[in-house]
């Protein structure tokens, strides 16, 4: 199984990315980034960077070569409201993927996995007391994504994933180092960063059963258990 991966150099990604190269089920990990990723993971045979210009502007070629992979991770985003990042690239990738997939024989439906936010909101009417920008704007990525999957069941499947703070890795957010009170926090009101990253494997590979959109506290306990799956074999 091969599976794509945008945003691998981020705290989540890159834990996102170890996940799905140790899967069983795996046997390619596509990684698109702006810049050649460090670290041990490069040395992986069953890794192949791809370097892209501009998120905005899928090659046609690149799309058609990997579009046997079963799914794609998408990690990338902002913390300010970034269009870019958390509106136009993800749907770039949807769209232009999509228009490639309508023209194959009939395949299972593309798998597409987004990395939310538990406070991001789709409502744009709604009136929020704090980071009203970022939040909506995340929120109308979501949406999106899954209008377009509801759209296209027969070739796409999306999920959001809406975790709370994310601990366990060596900082929180680009902000925020990591420290006890960070990994209480994620233990209390989020998730640890290898909950987060094992349920998002998951639905990359397989997904059955899993509402299309998932909250903080479902990833952490289903994350748990596919860990604990995990060190049983």
């Known amino acids: ?14 834990e996102v990315l170890k996940h799905c190269l140790a899967h069983s089920e795996v046997s390619k990990v596509v990684a698109f980034v702006r810049r050649e990723l460090p670290g041990e993971a490069t040395r992986d045979q069953k890794l192949e960077v791809i370097v892209l210009d501009d998120f905005a502007a899928w090659p046609q070629h690149i799309l058609r070569e990997h579009a046997d992979a079963a799914g794609m991770i998408w990690n990338m985003g902002s913390y300010n409201a970034d269009r870019s990042a958390d509106l136009d690239y993800p749907l770039a990738f949807v769209e232009s993927m999509g228009r490639v997939l309508q023209s194959m024989t009939a395949r299972p439906p593309f798998r597409y996995v987004q990395l939310s936010g538990k406070w991001a909101r789709s409502d744009q009417g709604q009136r929020l007391w704090w980071g009203e920008d970022a939040r909506k704007l995340k929120g109308l990525a979501d949406a999106k994504v899954l209008e377009y999957a509801t759209n296209q069941p027969d070739i796409w499947k999306s999920f959001v994933v809406k975790p709370g703070p994310v601990g366990g890795g060596p900082r929180l957010t680009p902000d925020v180092p990591r420290s006890w009170g960070t990994d209480m926090i994620a233990s209390l009101l989020g998730v640890r960063i290898d909950e987060l990253a094992a349920f998002m494997t998951f639905l990359a590979v397989d997904g059955r059963g899993e509402d299309v959109v998932a909250e903080n506290g479902h990833i952490a306990s289903r994350g748990r258990e596919l860990l604990k799956q995990q060190g049983e074999h």
Do not use: D, F, H, N
Not at 2 to 14: E, F, N, T, Y
């Open 1 to 14: 199984m091969k599976l794509l991966i945008v945003g691998a150099s981020g705290m989540i990604g890159a």
